[in-house]
């Protein structure tokens, strides 16, 4: 499936989260002092795991998408 996140983390802490947990191409942007990130993984689980990862550093997460992959 296919996420799309903002969040308050540094670009380079959000990188590193998502290369531990999503699937390689993930593109992540600054825009207004926020993180935001496009990326794929393979479960709701790996989602769930990112915003524990994201909270437990007292920082916000906002699912903005999840959508499933549509590859026929």
Same mark, same amino acid.
């Given at each position: 499936?296919?996420?799309?996140?903002? *969040?308050? !983390?540094?670009?380079?802490?959000?990188?590193?989260?998502?290369? @531990?947990?999503?699937?390689?191409?993930? /593109?992540?942007?600054?825009?207004?002092?926020?993180?935001?990130?496009?990326?794929?993984? *393979?479960? !709701?689980?790996?989602?769930?795991?990112?915003?524990?990862?994201? @909270?437990?550093?007292?920082?916000?997460? /906002?699912?903005?998408?999840?959508?499933?992959?549509?590859?026929?």
């Amino acid at each position: 499936m296919e996420a799309k996140v903002e *969040s308050n !983390l540094s670009v380079e802490t959000l990188c590193t989260y998502l290369d @531990e947990l999503s699937a390689p191409g993930f /593109k992540v942007w600054l825009h207004d002092k926020k993180a935001y990130a496009i990326f794929k993984v *393979s479960s !709701l689980e790996s989602l769930r795991k990112l915003a524990e990862r994201i @909270e437990q550093r007292g920082r916000s997460c /906002k699912f903005l998408r999840i959508a499933e992959d549509s590859y026929g």
